[in-house]
């Protein structure tokens, strides 16, 4: 781990409008829902400007055909495919890392390990994949999946996948294709090459991948997961874990929770950053930032189907209590937060709504500037938090607020680049590159599982 002092971290989660539901209907939110590429490279083209340590993009993948019930009154999650965004957005940027979802449940890795691989040489080493393994009703129907694998087994099946890749990567020394010589007809050394045989309970090959290792070694590992599973999952394989808490004391008992499970896969934890969603409004005034973030709120259409983190709640009154539900077999560990949070404050449908949906249950700053960084600031140096991942209520108007006058903020206090150190994704994040066949399970950690 490159010995450095301790930087806040900074990522940006781009989506089309903004996240705030009622972002859509604000003046100067894109007017149309068209894919349109030059949206995109203008929005990471500022998020680059402000240093940020990357841009993030999500993947709903998979719609249901019965899923259009009140489509159209809200607006749709729905653009480019992340992969190819990002493999365009890297030709118009050169410093800010891009980070694309892709969900184990409908690829394969060696399908998978060619695209990161190529992107990661394109981007020239600024690539990041946030692995999902979630798997929605809407997901299991446009795929033809009659019996979806359980919470547990997705992880599994995740967890398998994660380490194929990682071998797949390292199928090839880092200078294997540099010392071609063409007087003596030798192309390249035998030894560099590391063939892959697998043969496990998801995943069955043996092969080379036919493209040369990655830049960083491998992609920057990004996730989500709340759940049990999940952290664990997450102390096992993840550099960035996209956390959600609301207040300081759930930040830092998920904070120090995940932190202290990386031991025993043979981690150190500082190789993993801790970044907590965090939605804002800024103003001149707080008065300013909070009339702001009420027009927003003010937007929301309450009409027709009422979706919270995937139940249907509509046939409940909206002003009263949230009722008994099933625990999904999604999202676990985010519906829990939901449940507590309602039972704790007493708050009604409309209000969780807005408290939670609306921000999916990350925390929102409001106010000024130097409101906003002393807020960051608290979560950073109180083991809350190694940085943010923005989640921009309003778009554009949301991330250039916050890159013209936040970010210069938290600049003169030295709790963030004024400029990037490094070219790749690890640079930025002090994240080591990894040697070949260093990520290979280690036999007694196995044993432990």
């Given at each position: 781990m490159t010995a450095r002092k301790r930087h806040l971290?900074?990522?940006?989660?781009?989506?089309?409008?903004?996240?705030?539901?009622?972002?859509?209907?604000?003046?100067g939110s894109a007017r149309s829902g068209r894919p349109d590429f030059d949206y995109w490279a203008e929005l990471v083209k500022t998020a680059e400007r402000?240093?940020?340590?990357?841009?993030?993009?999500?993947?709903?993948?998979?719609?249901?055909?019965?899923?259009?019930?009140?489509?159209?009154?809200?607006?749709?999650?729905?653009?480019?495919?992340?992969?190819?965004?990002?493999?365009?957005?890297?030709?118009?940027?050169?410093?800010?890392?891009?980070?694309a979802t892709v969900n184990t449940n409908f690829d394969h890795p060696y399908s998978l390990a060619r695209r990161f691989a190529a992107l990661d040489h394109i981007s020239q080493g600024r690539v990041g994949w946030n692995i999902v393994s979630s798997l929605g009703d809407g997901a299991a129907k446009s795929f033809g999946i009659d019996q979806p694998l359980t919470h547990g087994e997705r992880y599994a099946r995740a967890s398998e996948f994660v380490d194929v890749a990682r071998a797949l990567w390292d199928s090839w020394e880092d200078d294997a294709f540099e010392h071609a010589d063409q007087d003596s007809g030798i192309y390249l050394d035998p030894n560099d090459v590391h063939p892959v045989r697998h043969d496990g309970r998801y995943f069955h090959l043996s092969t080379v991948l036919d493209t040369a290792r990655p830049?960083?070694?491998?992609?920057?590992?990004?996730?989500?997961?709340?759940?049990?599973?999940?952290?664990?999952?997450?102390?096992?394989?993840?550099?960035?874990i996209y956390a959600a808490a609301q207040f300081i004391e759930e930040a830092q008992r998920f904070y120090a929770d995940v932190k202290g499970r990386m031991t025993k896969y043979g981690r150190h934890p500082d190789a993993l950053k801790v970044m907590p969603g965090l939605s804002f409004a800024i103003g001149t005034s707080r008065q300013e930032a909070q009339d702001k973030f009420a027009a927003l709120e003010d937007a929301v259409d309450f009409s027709g189907?009422?979706?919270?983190?995937?139940?249907?709640?509509?046939?409940?009154p909206l002003d009263g209590p949230l009722p008994d539900l099933p625990e999904p077999e999604n999202g676990k560990g985010r519906w829990r937060q939901l449940t507590e949070l309602a039972r704790r404050e007493k708050l009604t449908i409309r209000q969780l709504f807005l408290r939670f949906n609306a921000v999916r249950g990350h925390r929102v700053v409001i106010g000024t500037p130097v409101e906003i960084a002393d807020q960051i600031q608290d979560w950073f140096e109180r083991g809350a938090a190694d940085g943010f991942n923005l989640i921009p209520p309003l778009l554009p108007s949301s991330l250039t607020e916050f890159?013209?006058?936040?970010?210069?903020?938290?600049?003169?206090?030295?709790?963030?680049?004024?400029?990037?150190?490094?070219?790749?994704?690890?640079?930025?994040?002090?994240?080591?590159?990894?040697?070949?066949?260093?990520?290979?399970?280690?036999?007694?950690?196995?044993?432990?599982?």
């Open positions: 971290a900074l990522g940006v989660f781009l989506t089309r409008h903004g996240h705030h539901p009622g972002a859509w209907r604000q003046p402000g240093k940020l340590d990357t841009a993030f993009f999500a993947d709903f993948v998979g719609q249901a055909g019965d899923s259009t019930k009140g489509i159209e009154r809200r607006h749709a999650f729905l653009d480019f495919e992340p992969l190819t965004l990002v493999a365009a957005l890297a030709a118009v940027t050169s410093k800010i890392g891009l980070v830049v960083q070694g491998h992609p920057v590992f990004a996730q989500a997961g709340n759940s049990e599973v999940g952290r664990d999952f997450a102390a096992k394989y993840a550099e960035m189907e009422l979706n919270l983190m995937g139940q249907d709640v509509s046939g409940y890159v013209d006058l936040v970010v210069p903020e938290l600049q003169r206090r030295g709790l963030f680049r004024t400029d990037y150190e490094g070219s790749t994704l690890r640079d930025h994040l002090g994240l080591s590159r990894p040697a070949i066949g260093a990520a290979a399970p280690h036999p007694e950690i196995l044993a432990a599982e």
